[in-house]
């Protein structure tokens, strides 16, 4: 635990949760965990404060602590052979026949054992954690971590904007099961003593109404591209966004609608952060992280060296880059999104921005499905306005050739989508992730 003594910890409307009851309910579940048997277990919860008084007391009890990035029962089914028991916040009941323990506690500790709590200083290399990634093409991959790559992001993250943030309330539309919203809006304000809310703003008018120069928001592409439906203007500390690409009209809107254009931060489960930017001009570069060395393999792709990864020597993405002076580079697209289709090499990320660049559509993703032992791709669309009103004047067989007709002043006949679906929304996780999975099967009926 930290030296800090006072304070408040966590918010929910009007209602405080000061330092002294964080650490008393943490030494009350740790001194319950230290009891059982079970090493590794899994936390499952809504609410950032039980996560947080989870998180710690799992650490001080020595335990393995496990963060599936998604709580629903059958996803959890799937990692249950990763672990042996739960905390959760009454997201489940009786889980595979497993041991769990829902916060807050029943039963207090008491006596002289509450009074006299201390915490012994925790070895940080050794508490072992395992996250997950977001499964964007299959199932969650586990990526295991200790405490010790997460205190070294903390410290670079207060290194880089805490001056920048002061004693901002930290508020989210994140999950904090995923170590984005781990990192943001639970371990950094907890370390650094600022107040962070314990529940997730969900919809653009919560982030709207909640908008004030004392609050940090902490927030992904899949929000900030909606606030511009919504009511209202505000105006925010400072505004974070990771998860995926950002449009850059997204990036406006919200230096419009909240008052601070969005810091945005590249990485993922495995590597942690990487680089930063803010689209402030059309050509945007990306700044590494002051710990972080980069350089490019044979095949183009970022490789980097972190204090944030188990590997001590390079660590190949996927990310074809190319590197700037200054400890800038330029994204160029994910190797992963790279497909052969008649023996011609196509960028799935190219065909989706020569969609989305056609005053028909707003969003598009690109999808690759196998008909009759041939691959074709498919494109998931929303429509503009203007797309809206073409369809209804022309309808939807010439509207499709029309949109074709455009698209081959860009791209070969191979990469032209030959399947359309329109959508309001495109569907994504609870991490804003696009799960390709749930984009073919709108192709199967």
């Known amino acids: 635990m930290s030296e800090r003594k006072e304070g408040v910890v966590a918010k929910h409307q009007d209602s405080d949760t000061c330092w002294q009851q964080f650490s008393t309910d943490v030494f009350e579940l740790s001194q319950r965990l230290i009891e059982r048997d079970e090493h590794k277990w899994a936390l499952c919860f809504q609410d950032s404060y039980y996560c947080a008084v989870a998180f710690m007391a799992l650490a001080h009890a ?26 959760h916040d009454g997201l489940l009941d009786n ?71 002061g004693n901002t309330i930290i508020c989210s539309t994140v999950s904090h099961q995923h170590i984005y919203g781990l990192l943001f809006r639970v371990l950094w304000p907890l370390c650094s003593g600022r107040a962070f809310e314990r529940l997730n703003l969900v919809y653009p008018e919560q982030v709207l109404i909640n908008a004030q120069d004392n609050r940090t928001l902490i927030s992904s ?61 059309e050509c945007n570069l990306w700044t590494l992280f002051p710990c972080v060395s980069a350089r490019l393999n044979p095949d183009g792709c970022l490789t980097i060296k972190s204090p944030f990864i188990f590997e001590p020597q390079w660590y190949d993405t996927s ?13 160029k697209g994910r190797a992963d999104r790279v497909i052969k289709i008649e023996e011609k090499r196509l960028s799935l990320t190219e065909v989706e921005k020569r969609l989305s660049q056609l005053q028909f559509a707003d969003e598009s993703a690109v999808v690759p499905i196998i008909v009759e032992n041939r691959t074709i791709l498919c494109a998931v669309i929303t429509l503009t306005p203007y797309g809206d009103d073409r369809i209804a004047l022309i309808g939807k067989g010439k509207f499709w050739i029309e949109l074709r007709k455009y698209l081959r002043e860009w791209l070969e006949p191979v990469g032209i989508p030959r399947k359309f679906r329109v959508v309001n929304e495109i569907p994504t996780n609870s991490q804003g ?13």
């Open 62 to 87: 020595g335990k393995h602590l496990i963060l599936p990035s998604n709580y629903q029962p059958a996803a959890l089914e799937e990692l249950s052979s990763l672990f042996d028991a739960t905390l």
């Open 95 to 165: 889980l595979f026949n497993k041991p769990a323990y829902k916060l807050p506690l029943e039963h207090c500790v008491t006596g002289n054992q509450c009074r006299n709590k201390a915490f012994s200083s925790l070895v940080l290399q050794d508490i072992q954690l395992t996250l997950f990634t977001s499964g964007t093409s299959d199932t969650p991959k586990p990526i295991e971590k200790n405490l010790q790559h997460l205190s070294c992001e903390v410290d670079q993250l207060e290194a880089l904007w805490g001056p920048l943030l």
């Open 221 to 281: 592409p899949a929000l900030l591209k909606r606030v511009d439906n919504a009511e209202g203007t505000g105006q925010y500390r400072a505004l974070f966004s990771s998860g995926g690409p950002l449009p850059e009209e997204a990036a406006k809107s919200s230096l419009q609608r909240l008052g601070v254009l969005p810091i945005e931060v590249f990485g993922s489960t495995e590597t942690g952060g990487i680089a930063y930017r803010q689209q402030q001009a």
């Open 319 to 331: 990310d074809y880059c190319q590197l700037m002076p200054n400890n800038q580079f330029v994204l």
């Open 433 to 445: 992730k696009r799960i390709q999975r749930d984009l073919v099967s709108l192709f199967e009926s």
